[in-house]
T-cell receptor
Framework: AQSVSQHNHHVILSEAASLELGCNYS??????LFWYVQYPGQHLQLLLK??????LVKGIKGFEAEFIKSKFSFNLRKPSVQWSDTAEYFC?????????????FGAGTILRVKS | EAQVTQNPRYLITVTGKKLTVTCSQN?????MSWYRQDPGLGLRQIYY???????DKGDVPEGYKVSRKEKRNFPLILESPSPNQTSLYFC???????????????FGPGTRLTVL
């Protein structure tokens, strides 16, 4: 079965610091990869997704992620974080089931940005 | 506005008292799913449905039931809730695309359930 691991459960950064959140998955076949963000008290929103093509994917709010197939990784990056980026971030991998897809989520990384 | 709605948003109940959490989407999506979110565990899938009258177990189905009588609705039923079902529950929906696993899921606002 597919599994997703996120390297850090809690990250604390100062504003303007650079961010990189690690994500590794276990499945060796064709994958679709997602990063979701959950702001305090809100539901999950899609940050970015990778299906195929350019392995460097740009998402909303200045986030990007790089798919490295050889490393089974899909790390999330942002050059300069803001206080408003404080949230929980989830990496997810789409696993094919009989008639469609299911998402397998990592445990999440809580990011706190200090102003 | 395209959205997934859940009700109630907050619920406190007692062990053994049957409850239903409703989920509805207005995007005509075929696929719907229920997840529970627990600290340090991320989101785990409870049940999913590929279309009307087609449902299947996810990773943590024990203690839950679902039904899909209409395309837009996918209620989650706890026949006899227990304290270990205290959690944050999310419903999600997506279209079923041409490419396997290629579709973004849209999430509801969540239901925080406490079972005493």
């Amino acid at each position: 079965a597919q599994s997703v691991s996120q390297h850090n459960h809690h990250v604390i950064l100062s504003e303007a610091a650079s961010l990189e959140l690690g994500c590794n998955y276990s499945y060796g076949g064709t994958v679709n990869l997602f990063w979701y963000v959950q702001y305090p008290g809100q539901h999950l929103q899609l940050l970015l997704k990778y299906f195929s093509g350019d392995p460097l994917v740009k998402g909303i709010k200045g986030f990007e992620a790089e798919f490295i197939k050889s490393k089974f990784s899909f790390n999330l990056r942002k050059p300069s974080v803001q206080w408003s980026d404080t949230a929980e971030y989830f990496c997810a991998v789409s696993q094919y089931v009989e008639y469609g897809n299911k998402l397998v989520f990592g445990a999440g990384t809580i990011l706190r940005v200090k102003s | 506005e395209a959205q997934v709605t859940q009700n109630p948003r907050y619920l406190i109940t007692v062990t053994g008292k049957k409850l239903t959490v409703t989920c509805s989407q207005n995007m005509n999506h075929e696929y719907m799913s229920w997840y529970r979110q627990d600290p340090g565990l991320g989101l785990r899938q409870i049940y999913y449905s590929m279309n009307v009258e087609v449902t299947d177990k996810g990773d943590v189905p024990e203690g839950y039931k679902v039904s899909r009588k209409e395309k837009r609705n996918f209620p989650l039923i706890l026949e006899s809730p227990s304290p270990n079902q205290t959690s944050l529950y999310f419903c999600a929906s997506s279209p079923v695309g041409e490419r396997e696993g290629s579709n973004e899921q849209f999430f509801g606002p969540g239901t925080r359930l406490t079972v005493l």
